[in-house]
């Protein structure tokens, strides 16, 4: 299945890699050169022109894959739009508000295309160990393009439908709120370790025994876990903590259907005060496993 890749960041780059591995065959589009160029190397062709991308389906209906910031998707979708033909697939792969979802994919509808959103989880590990892919849109271009995330998901990863336009994007934006809830949690507990009345206790040794089969094992409890044995008082980290945006939005909706959260509103609060200057080792941790999992800077003392 022929697909073009628009945007080859951290999540990107991967994606164009697993789906040229999978016998895919993949136009990579970028920015900057040397993205492409990394893209050729493993098997994708540099399109670094849209009509380029186009011409890569040969006046076919095309299937685009947008893995951009949310606040630069509505003049993509725009451009796009234009140039692409009759019957085309747009696929928003990143992190849009799923209320903006659902206008954009009317706006599509009404040229004759059709726009699916994609939310994505997998960090920079999901070459490797599999992507997690919530979808929504319309049902019948989700079976065209179905094989894409198929290939996706192998081989721990997994994929499903949920519905109309900005579900997908919806069921994402509650994965994020959530993780922020689990990552101050896990923040919170070390932190009381480190800080507590036992002095010089191993966090990283009551990281590896809980993940032993005790009830917080998780994927980032481990993180947690190797950041602090190669790290154990987390030097250099300065613990300013970034949000993007999905655990504010699902306040905001929480909010207008009354519905109170309030583990998630406070980790979002230390995020924000982070921001403000307001750090601790908990926020450095928060810090660390952002890293981890997802490739996201982190600030140096």
């Given amino acids: 299945m022929k697909v073009a890749i628009i945007g080859l960041g951290r999540m990107g780059s991967q994606i164009a890699r697993k789906l040229v591995t999978a016998g895919h065959q993949v136009a990579a589009h970028n920015r900057s050169r040397p993205s492409m ?4 190397a493993y098997g994708a062709v540099a399109t670094p022109t849209k009509q380029e991308v186009v011409d890569f389906f040969a006046a076919e209906p095309a299937i685009v894959w947008l893995m951009l910031p949310s606040t630069v998707v509505d003049d993509e979708l725009k451009a796009w739009l ?3 033909p009759i019957g085309s697939i747009l696929i928003d792969g990143g992190n849009s508000d799923f209320r903006h979802t659902k206008q954009r994919a009317g706006d599509v509808m009404a040229v004759g295309m059709s726009l699916l959103d994609c939310g994505t989880s997998g960090g920079v590990w999901g070459q490797e160990n599999g992507f997690s892919l919530m979808v929504g849109g319309d ?6 393009v179905e094989p894409l995330f198929k290939a996706l998901s192998v081989p721990h990863g997994g994929y499903a439908y949920f519905g109309e336009s900005g579900s997908g994007h919806y069921v994402k934006m509650v994965h994020n ?6 990552m101050e949690s896990l923040a919170e507990g070390y932190q009381l370790l480190h800080e507590g009345p036992y002095h010089d206790l191993d966090l990283a040794a009551a ?3 809980w993940q032993k089969s005790s009830v917080v094992r998780s994927w980032l409890n481990e993180l947690s876990q190797k ?8 030097e250099g ?18 909010k207008a259907h009354h519905l109170p959260l309030p583990a998630i509103q406070a980790a979002m609060q230390v995020r924000l005060d982070s921001q403000a200057g307001k750090t601790s080792f908990a926020t450095k941790l928060l810090a660390a496993m952002r890293h981890a999992f997802g490739g996201h800077l982190v600030n140096k003392q």
Avoid: C, H, Q
């Fill in 227 to 234: 950041a602090l044995a190669e790290n154990p008082n987390l």
């Fill in 207 to 209: 990281g590896e025994v």
């Fill in 237 to 254: 980290i300065d613990g300013y903590v970034a949000e993007t945006g999905e655990a504010r939005w699902a306040l905001e909706v929480a």
């Fill in 82 to 84: 234009r140039l692409l």
């Fill in 139 to 144: 049902k019948a271009s989700f079976r065209k």
């Fill in 37 to 40: 160029d990394a893209a050729v």
């Fill in 177 to 182: 709120a959530i993780e922020y809830g689990m």
